[in-house]
């Protein structure tokens, strides 16, 4: 059996991986991670055995033999304390799981998430990152912004909304003016990436799945938006399928294999048309339903093939 992990108001992305693995003749169940524990239980007994309930019907998850992690939503209804203790259960539970091809296993998706870890990865392995500062410290942020003449940008180190439906409390990626350095408090409480302002020639967004690329490349004509996910048609956003050079495949590959990922969602930021974009991040479980719509990337058949095969 395969297991598709996701939360109730996925879609389009999820189902294409669905329609992909019915023609494949595969056995499969969705779990909406978002529904435990209002709308279902979770076991483990001895063996271990992990097993969920719903509607006074069990299924046996242990013989499951591919697992694609693509969201962990568990607990989400939930108060703070309550929903730690079940998010802890229930991906302890899976952890368990452990003869089960993970897209992506749940250790390796942790450690991915930090954005420092990445970067410090990316430069050890030749990408070009751009001078970064992460700071608790309204100090340390001026002085910083102090050193580039075309101004800095400044983001989370974590999404506060996990979605890009243009939910009201999204957190874009911003360009610090300077009446900002005025008002940077707020770092004392929520620390903040910094980074200095790149004219942009083309961003990319790269998937990897395995050993096999899948890359757009982002053109957007208003140089004011910083954050194309906030940028529309009127500013000029146009999608391509886009190449890289064989080296940059060959170290991002590398930094793949070293956060043990078999999927990737990678952001790059070409300055020069001659030289390597800018390593952004990866995002180990990062959005790609536009690029399948618009660029016909066949990206839900070949992650279904991957757990296909894997079974």
């Not at 952890?95 to 942790?110: D, E, P, V, Y």
């Amino acid at each position: 059996m395969i297991l598709l992990l996701t939360q109730s108001r996925d879609f389009y992305t999820i189902d294409g991986v669905e329609q992909h693995l019915q023609k494949l003749g595969a056995e499969y169940r969705r779990l909406n991670t978002d529904h435990f524990p209002a709308h279902f239980h979770l076991s483990v007994g001895p063996g271990p055995t992990v097993w969920l309930e719903a509607a006074n019907q069990q299924l046996d998850l242990t013989p499951t033999r591919a697992c694609w992690a693509r969201r962990l939503w568990p607990g989400a209804e939930m108060a703070p304390g309550a929903a730690e203790q079940c998010r802890t259960f229930f991906l302890d539970a899976l952890s368990l799981l452990s003869k089960a091809f993970w897209i992506n296993s749940l250790a390796a998706g942790q450690a991915a998430e930090s954005k420092l870890y990445q970067l410090d990865l990316a430069a050890q392995l030749g990408l070009r990152v751009p001078p970064t500062l992460v700071t608790s410290s309204p100090t340390e942020a001026r002085a910083f912004a102090e050193n580039f003449s075309e101004g800095v940008i400044t983001k989370l180190l974590l999404p506060t909304v996990q979605s890009m439906d243009g939910h009201p409390d999204f957190a874009y990626t911003t360009r610090v003016l300077p009446e900002h350095l005025d008002q940077l408090e707020i770092l004392r409480w929520m620390p903040q990436i910094f980074q200095p302002l790149l004219r942009r020639r083309r961003e990319f967004r790269v998937i990897v799945v395995g050993q096999d690329f899948y890359v757009g490349g982002l053109r957007l004509a208003n140089e004011a938006v910083i954050d194309w996910r906030a940028a529309s048609d009127a500013d000029g956003l146009t999608w391509e399928v886009a190449e890289l050079s064989e080296g940059l495949r060959t170290k991002i590959l590398t930094m793949m294999q070293k956060l043990g990922l078999v999927f990737g969602a990678f952001d790059f930021l070409e300055v020069e048309a001659d030289q390597d974009p800018y390593f952004l991040e990866v995002n180990q479980a990062g959005e790609w339903g536009w690029l399948e719509r618009d660029l016909g990337l066949p990206i839900a058949e070949r992650i279904a093939r991957a757990l296909a095969e894997a079974r």
